[in-house]
């Protein structure tokens, strides 16, 4: 079950973009796993390490590198940023860099969860998401949790769980609720969101004590519809390993597509703490983002011009810093290419639906 559930979310990552973004072709060799801006540089991680490219798109080194030996990874699953340094994880072990590609210090990963950033010293923020059938096989239980580790004291601090079911008979969700947690070095707060709850954020402090709840009361749901479900499947059999035509029908019997999207897909923090949230409406061909202050008051709601098809992956191919949305895309014929896009705030007689 996860082999083919890693395979849905490699493959559903169809980019239909299209405006007068600028746009940076980047020299990549394989996939694009997770991306990343800081300080208004790009950090791009791929199988082979993470590629760091200047304000402009230009290349300027390689932090860490596939392999067993000091500051390797034989595969990492995250990465993230604290005191100007690189924090790089997988399930085993946390390598530390310097921004120019130095290793600082490699340690074991005492949490044992494949998304680990360091919030200081001594303390870390861990975020796991596992699935698990019952005993008979018939309801798939989705379980996200979130916590801290204190690595002085080895102690554990619960800060968040939440548990999606997919319905009997169904093995896989088309649309699953994204539970993401960040971490705002500024005013060393940690976001918390749990779309599958509602419009629902928490945020703590780094005792792991909530400080405020953001709760948007009112949002209209977003229906599935059916061009939703054809993206879908175009972009799942498009690959040349299902060519089997009764597989494939078996497979989308497998697949459940709730009546309504999450209350929202993800959500992207600034060098600020500045919330932008990524929903799942649009205005003609641009997306309809909402932008919060680092308190959880709202702003108002922003379009970027062109749209995506990715629901699996939060971090996959956008970025947010200083109200400019960076983004990935991959072309028809396999080169990827960096694109800025400016959030566009509406006057008051355009109306966003």
């Excluded at 072990?93 to 969860?113: A, Q, T």
């Excluded at 360091?118 to 975020?127: F, I, R, S």
């Excluded at 709730?258 to 959500?267: E, L, M, R």
Aim: hydrophobic share 35%; net charge positive; proline share 5%.
């Amino acid at each position: 079950m996860r082999k083919n559930l890693f395979l849905i979310y490699i493959l559903l990552c169809l980019t239909l973009f299209s405006g007068d973004a600028r746009r940076v072709k980047l020299d990549i060799n394989g996939e694009v796993l997770i991306y990343s801006v800081f300080n208004g540089e790009h950090y791009i991680g791929t199988q082979e390490g993470i590629l760091r490219y200047g304000k402009d798109g230009n290349f300027l080194n390689r932090i860490g590198k596939k392999g067993e030996g000091p500051g390797e990874l034989k595969f990492f699953t995250f990465f993230g940023f604290v005191n100007s340094r690189v924090i790089i994880s997988n399930a085993n072990k946390i390598n530390i860099f310097e921004l120019d590609g130095k290793l600082v210090e490699e340690k074991p990963n005492p949490l044992k969860m494949e998304k680990v950033i360091m919030l200081t010293a001594d303390l870390l923020l861990g975020q796991e998401r596992d699935m698990i059938p019952d005993k008979n096989r018939l309801v798939v239980d989705i379980t996200q949790q979130v916590v801290i580790y204190d690595l002085k004291n080895k102690r554990k601090i619960p800060l968040f769980t939440s548990r999606y079911s997919i319905p009997q008979g169904f093995q896989f969700a088309a649309v699953e609720p994204l539970v993401q947690a960040r971490f705002c070095e500024k005013n060393k707060r940690i976001y918390v969101s749990d779309p599958g709850s509602g419009y629902f954020f928490r945020i703590f402090d780094l005792g792991g004590k909530p400080v405020h709840d953001i709760i948007r009361e009112g949002t209209k749901p977003v229906p599935i519809e059916e061009d939703f479900r054809n993206d879908f499947f175009t972009v799942i059999f498009s690959d040349p390993r299902f060519k089997d035509k009764s597989f494939m029908e078996e497979m989308k019997k497998k697949i459940y597509f709730p009546k309504n999207f999450p209350a929202f897909h993800s959500f992207n923090l600034d060098e600020d703490g500045n919330i932008l949230v990524r929903t799942f409406k649009h205005n003609g061909d641009k997306e309809i983002f909402d932008c919060l202050s680092p308190d959880g008051k709202w702003i108002e709601a922003a379009t970027v011009q062109g749209r995506t098809f990715d629901v699996t992956t939060a971090e996959r191919y956008y970025g947010f810093s200083k109200r400019e949305i960076w983004r990935i895309r991959l072309d028809e014929v396999g080169d990827y290419f960096l694109e800025r896009s400016t959030l566009e705030f509406p006057q008051k007689n355009d109306a966003i639906k």
